[in-house]
């Protein structure tokens, strides 16, 4: 049995500016049900937001010296901006539960991939509530199909998205139990006060939210009135707390989809076509493949031969020796240099003329940039749990979509949709690759073929070859400079298509990316890339007539975002534009970029790594300092790294300085995280990590062979700086590490060899021997 009331719950704007001071107008519902004690839904502030993005994009801080750009698209709406609007009609529907033993819980419809935003939620929670973070569990939510556009994990929007909302539901429930204690006592609830779960008294008497939990649900409460915390007054948000799973993960104890024990889930692998997006046409030694000891079924699904065994080691013997017939797939003959080839092809002349050196001082500054396919590469490969029954479903995955997932799911079973259950279940690592969940559907299906629950893995040769990539993709950029100034920038970006076809997490933009029917990567995906591609990439500087264009070349290749998406390519090129384009005008790059940048948020964290990174100190010949900048998401960041290049073949990071400013931090050790893990990655892909495409399929099977760096290659030397809070629009923290650390580690290379960073990774040789296409190797154990 459930009730509901509704409540009118305001909170007063004392500013003009700032993610937390928004005008909030909210309802609040109170539901009573024999599970639920005490839940609270919450609905989100939407008016204001949009309005506020406008005005201050419209007038953001200008150089006086430079010649001004007008704001880039990025700095009017970016693609959180879109993400938190299209999910903020049914905020409402989030739930927040009070138990009887006082512990606070809420199922969040965002995935926990080890970004850490289940803590930060709850640090959130815990503030407005005045509970002990250990007396808040955030959990994944199951997928749930009312929540239209409002369960996708991308953007760096989570924060930003929960923020506002969860304190004003944080601070209704602590209202409320101020409110049934004054009930319970007959005194005003103005006189009393809460701290750790308990409402208290001015004679003392004191009750804990366990014991007021029912009393607070009742209706006869009537409309109450919160005001969140101010943010001056915050005790927990803005202090370090570790993960709340971060135990749990170091010991072993955290439960990731391979360790969920479904009863009976019968591991799988596949036997995969040998090349990328290519289909198996006909098993031809089934029979041979079903005496393999410990073989319970096989099952022919378009991208592989699944083999379900008693272990996964019989699995995986049995899958190779598979004999199949396969389709050769969309680019059975492609490689690097071919696919470069027509990335190059696919970019129109630049608009500006190139004036190569005129007396006068004009010039044009070319450069061009190539980025091939990376892997995400998670520590947890692509997994699924799946127990089809003849009229429901079940299935376990790290999802980041899991409403499309859950609706593809139910297509492809044949069911209604209400009978298919996708768990989320946390994540080692996504990185922008569980926003598809092929290893969900090819569960799914071998699961209701064979008639048990199925576990499937797909081996980390498989995650490499078969899974989803970052797309290669190429830059040429030209500048106009006269009279020390920046009169024209263009940037002309060439990518192979990113899939979008997950749109916004469900089935309407799903299917709205993928028109017209049966083409892939067609004409909606490259209008939604199109739409990511000019909310997320900035152009921070004043650079007088400022362009930037990104264009899509169709290959069929299996794509998917990658973290910054195409911030990290097209920023981090940018950047190490910049380092030359002072160059040619004799100017020192941070001198540069602090006379250039357009808003002094920027320029305050170039500020700071240059003071903290020495910037300019003697260095041996071979080593030296470089520098780069970058906003994403509403976020800056700067990077100080100092790169030793005495062996130009094996460069190698000695020093970060990272400064990064979100305008107001949740949890202090989750952000240096975030940008300790950007770092990582930056350091790979501009030195190291690719994928080397040949015959249609990338050679790298194994961690021994992608070079993501290791430890060894990890500067010891790391210095986060974050920036104090401050009354600018609160920015998310995912991705924003990515593109400045690129820059500068680029910008340091030249500066230390002269050789002009052009072809990344700037490490790139095949020295291993490659698996043979198709094979399973045996797992290394070393």
Known sequence: MTSRARHTTTAPDPGPSGSGRHRVASTLAVQVGRRRILAYLVAA???????RITIDAAAPDTASAAVPSGPSVEELFDIADAIILAGAPTMPLVTLEIGLDGVARLEVPRAESGQGITTALAMILAEELDLPVGSVQVTCADARPELLFNQLTAGSASVRAFYDPLRVLAATARARMVAAAALRWGVPA??????????VAPDGRTADYGSLTAEAARTSLGEITVTPKPESEHRVVGTPVRRADGFDIVTGRKKFTMDLDVPGATPTLLRRPPTMNGTVEELLNRAEVEAMPGVLGVVVLPSGVAVAAETFEQARAAADVVDARYGAGPVPDESNETIMAKLRAAVPPLLAPDLGSLPLGATTIDAEFEWPAACHAPLETECAVADVRADRAEVWSGFQAPIVAQQTIAIELGLPQDRVTAHVVPSGGAFGRRVFFEAA???AKVSQALERPIKLMWPRVDDMRHGRVRPPNFHRLRATVAAGQVLTFEQRVAGVSTDYRHGLGEILTATAT????????????????QAVFLTMVASPYNFGVYTKNQFDVNLGMPTASYRSVPCQTARGSEEIMVDEVAAALGRDPVEFRLEFLKEERAKAVVRAVAEAGDWGRSLPDGVAQGVGYHMESRAHTAALIELDARDPEHPVVTRAVIAVDVARTVNPLGLEAQMLGCLAEAISL???AGLHIENGLPLEGSYSQYHFVRQRDYPADVQVIIMPDNDGRLGGAGEVGMAAPTGAIANAFTKATGIKARTFPLNFPVDFTPFAPGVLPPPAFV
């Open 441 to 443: 559907i090819e569960a």
């Open 514 to 529: 993928a028109l017209p029917e049966g083409s892939r990567q067609a004409v909606g995906n490259d209008a939604f890339g």
């Open 686 to 688: 501009t030195l190291t």
């Open 45 to 51: 502030p939407v008016l204001a937001v949009a309005t």
């Open 190 to 199: 103005t006189g009393l006060s809460t701290a750790d779960g308990t409402v």
